[in-house]
């Protein structure tokens, strides 16, 4: 059988360190981005790979393409299939852009944050669209060229990619997303997309926006009392709004929602376990050494995707009678910061006055 032609829509940390394992198992995948540095030395030095431990750097030779140059696309085969693994502000453009390379029969992989598979089956259509999750993968491309995981391999401790279709069946498409994923880490076939979707968004809601107003990393964010508090109430807030929308979540980052749910609440039986599980997770070591995504973007100072995950929640929570007061003023926060008015501060959250 011959092999699948695969598109990596913006090689940023997710989609380039999955797509490198690709190449390397000997997969046929075309790498496409926006920045045109990382670009150029993609195509003169390949794309290197590092790990915080464990696993060796590596580098892969690519095939690497800037958008303006896509117009080549046309004289060659399509896609069979399209990873989007953009910013979620950039979701439905780059669909639109890459959906005419692809092939009739080919399909389409949301690899990213947020919620974005409702905004690609508006452009391609639900029977063409899939999602997948990186779970706790704390990647970041620190640089062109080189993406750097914050970790080793999770393997059996941790499946990294959950892979799914929207209607939960498993399907020989999704056995194929998790068999490419799996090149990279651990991975399955999840029936349950939207609630392992729900459940990605709660953590990057307890700590992206938070990483990115206060110029922190987890590490420290998470060994700052108030701050800690702070991002339980974020999930808290966000857990309620799943449950109305009728997702279910069997956990958190390793954590039971329903403890950070009553946690955020007030209750001091849930605080006291789901700070001393945070607490035993950053002292560990290497434990929350690195800056979430949102704080990455600040520090580049690219848009943030603050509306698409602590916004969200608040529009959702709208829909469903449920208020979600904290994560509205985070979302109010770091949009300022994000516009300048405002610099990079612990104190925004720390000198909150809340009830």
Request: charged letters at 25%.
């Amino acid at each position: 059988m011959a092999k699948k032609k695969i598109a990596i829509v913006c090689t940023g940390a997710v989609g380039g360190y999955a797509g490198a394992h690709m190449v390397k198992a000997g997969e046929d995948v075309t790498f496409i981005d926006f920045w045109p540095e990382h670009v150029e030395k993609m195509k003169k030095d390949g794309l290197t790979i590092t790990h915080l431990r464990d696993v060796e750097p590596f580098t892969v030779p690519v095939r690497a393409l800037h958008v303006t140059e896509l117009q080549q696309l046309s004289k060659e085969k399509p896609f069979d299939i399209a990873f989007i693994c953009t910013k979620s502000y950039d979701t439905a453009w780059a669909t639109a852009m890459i959906k005419q390379y692809v092939a009739d029969d080919g399909y389409f992989v949301s690899l990213q944050n947020c919620m974005n598979e409702e905004t690609i089956a508006g452009i391609v259509g639900w029977g063409k669209t899939l999602g997948s999750i990186a779970s706790s993968i704390t990647v970041g491309l620190n640089e062109p060229g080189l993406i750097a995981r914050a970790a080793g391999k999770s393997g059996d401790r941790h499946t990294v990619f959950r892979a799914g279709e929207v209607h939960g069946r498993h399907t020989d498409r999704a056995k194929e997303v998790r068999d490419l994923l799996a090149n990279a880490d651990s991975a399955m076939v999840t029936e349950n997309l939207w609630g392992e979707r729900w459940s990605k968004l709660v953590t990057n809601v307890m700590g992206n926006g938070l990483s990115a107003c206060t110029g922190m990393i987890t590490r420290d964010m998470v060994k700052n009392d108030a701050i800690r508090h702070f991002s339980n109430r974020l999930g808290s807030e966000a857990i309620r709004v799943g449950q109305a929308l009728g997702y279910t979540f069997d956990e958190v980052s390793h954590m039971d929602p329903e403890l950070i749910a009553r946690s955020g609440e007030g209750d001091a039986d849930a605080q006291r376990q789901i700070d001393e599980h945070r607490l035993a997770e950053a002292n560990k070591p290497g434990g929350g050494e690195h800056r979430p995504s949102m704080g990455q973007d600040m520090v580049k100072g690219r848009r943030t995707e603050i509306n698409f995950l602590n916004g969200f929640v608040v529009q959702k929570g709208k829909e469903v009678g449920i208020e979600a007061p904290t994560n509205a003023i985070l979302t109010d926060i770091v949009l300022r910061v994000e516009r300048g008015e405002l610099k990079p501060d612990p104190k925004h959250i720390t000198d909150l006055r809340l009830n």
